[in-house]
């Protein structure tokens, strides 16, 4: 049940980003969600985009650094309290959130959020046994 | 300004080279029966210690170089046994392993002693107190000046390096006449001072010696007018004895006289090692002739720079050499510490999630090198996590100040950014203006 997201080390340089999202639309993929990242030197790009073999084969052409992280999809209601439902069991149990995003689902009213835990197995498992709607890999990409 | 040892300081020329050929002779004899590299390099370009018979003669004996005293590491170029080693002072190599340089009894006096006459050269005398901001440690500038400050017979106040605040309190307070230092680190001084709203003008400076890494004539005017003292500047390096090799006089700040009862300078140029007219530029080669533990014969500094057999008014017979104006190899200096680019390399192969492909960028802010080290990021070293990005930042960063005991700001930066030219990485950008 875990999808993958690419992320992409970029300098702090005028117009770095610029690129990526240029490449990407010539490669004709489309950026799901996205989040960034920063120190004052670098950033780090996260992105669950349509098609990641495209854009990784993309990117590394034209000779940016690419990674591929597996991470868990979630659907959270959009009402008071929404999120700690998830994140509370998670808590209880030990399980650190390293990062998380979020983007609006276009099919509902819910919203997707995008997290990498400490421990992403563990995670599924519990989230499973709370009923909380883990979203699968393949779903994300083409919502 | 008074001459610490006029008899020597001001002897005539004709007497000053029989007494180097002297001693150059009992030297070579020295190394060729106590030294085996010596006596094998000799051997291997037909030379014997007898072939010695003029200052002349010098020139057929081979040279020495860093990477001799690396393979010799680190005590095999020692001329007496170590039971006759009273002190050992270290400076950073091409590599992983430093320089290794002993001293006997003798030894210590004959540096103390021409630290003596540097400092006097510089307007010291035993009425005054020295505010010593040279390091103390492995690095031969602080216990240097130290020893020399004591057989001038002035106080000195062994502060060394850092706690810069402390250091203000204490020239407020102590009131020192001197000052001695890298001049970096005594500009870094006068910023902090600055800061603290004290001005040198209300302090009792009349004179600072300043060394251990080159600076040019508008730093000196930086420094004369932010500190209101004289500046003058100090030649040196650890192989050679330390600092006190060479000196600028007070009366003319112009050249700095090499302590020629004690050492031979040669001008060389770089490529073909042949030594070059009296006045022409070229890298500055030394022969040392009293020393006993470390004795160096023709060794090559690296620095380039031109001697210059003028009459000087300060009164002194010694040469004077110019202001070093750079080096034959890649060799940088930050903050008084030598790097070579090599040894950041060395640094960078030993932590394996990344590529030695790297950039040294030498800064000067305000007043302080800085040295950027700028590595490409791999995929192998690449995360999606920040921190993770973040420790392997450090972690070289750690290791470089450990091994080369160099503070360095590590920056990962995207691959094939560093430019390379005709297939060679372009490996250091010095921005300083020296």
Sequence with gaps: MLAEQISIFLENKEGRLAEVTAILSDAGVNIRALSLADTTDFGILRMIVSDNVKAEAALKKEGFTVGKTKIVAVEVTDEPGGLNQVLDPLCANDINVEYMYAFANPKCQNAIMIFRFDDSDRALEILKEKNIKVIAGEEVYNL | ?434
Aim: proline share 6%; with cysteine.
């Design chain 2, 1 to 434: 300004m008074p001459i610490f040892n006029i008899p020597f300081e001001t002897l005539p020329r004709e007497e000053l080279e029989s007494l180097q050929l002297k001693r150059l002779q009992t030297t070579i004899e020295r190394v060729y029966a106590n030294v085996p590299f010596y006596r094998e390099s000799f051997d291997a370009h037909g030379v014997s210690p007898a072939d010695i018979t003029s200052l002349k003669d010098l020139a057929r004996i081979p040279f020495t170089t860093k990477t001799d005293l690396r393979d010799n590491y680190p005590y095999d170029l020692f001329a007496v046994p170590m039971q006759n080693v009273v002190r050992i002072h270290a400076s950073s190599g091409t590599t992983g392993k430093p320089t290794v340089v002993g001293y006997t009894k003798r030894d210590i006096d004959t540096w103390s002693e021409l630290m003596a006459r540097s400092l006097a050269a510089g307007g010291g005398t035993p009425d005054d107190i020295i505010h010593n901001a040279f390091g103390y440690g492995l690095f031969t500038g602080g216990l240097g000046a130290h020893y020399g400050a004591e057989k001038l017979g002035a106080s000195v106040i062994p502060v060394s390096g850092g706690n810069t605040k402390r250091q203000i309190t204490i020239m407020q307070d102590f009131k020192p006449t001197m000052l001695t230092g890298t001049p970096s680190y005594i500009l870094h001084l006068a910023e902090v001072a600055d800061e603290m709203g004290v001005s040198f003008e209300n302090l009792s400076f009349k004179s600072g010696i300043f060394g251990a890494e080159p600076w040019s004539e508008s730093m000196r005017s930086e420094l004369e007018n932010k500190l209101c003292l004289r500046a003058i500047d100090i030649y040196g390096l650890s192989e050679v004895m330390g600092p006190g090799v060479s000196i600028e006089c007070y009366e003319e700040q112009a050249g700095l006289h090499i302590f020629e009862d004690h050492f031979i300078a040669e001008i060389i140029d770089p490529d073909s090692g042949e030594v070059l007219p009296m006045g022409r530029t070229g890298e500055l080669v030394f022969t040392s002739l009293t020393k006993e533990a470390f004795p160096v014969i023709r060794y090559r500094t690296k620095d380039i720079t031109s001697l210059n057999p003028e009459p000087c008014s300060c009164g002194r017979t010694h040469i004077r050499m110019n202001k070093p104006t750079g080096r034959s190899d890649d060799m940088l200096i930050i903050r008084g510490v030598n790097v070579f680019p090599s040894q950041i390399e060395s640094v960078l192969m030993e932590t394996p999630e990344i590529q030695p492909h790297y950039q040294l960028v030498v800064d000067r802010k305000g007043n302080l090198d800085t040295l950027t080290v700028n590595v490409e990021i791999s995929e192998d070293s690449f995360s999606d996590a920040i921190k993770n990005l973040q420790r392997l930042e450090s972690k070289i960063s750690d290791n470089i100040k450990e091994y080369l005991g160099v503070s360095a700001q590590v920056k990962l930066v995207e691959p094939k950014t560093i430019e390379r030219s005709q297939g060679k990485a372009v490996r250091v950008i010095d921005n300083r203006e020296i």
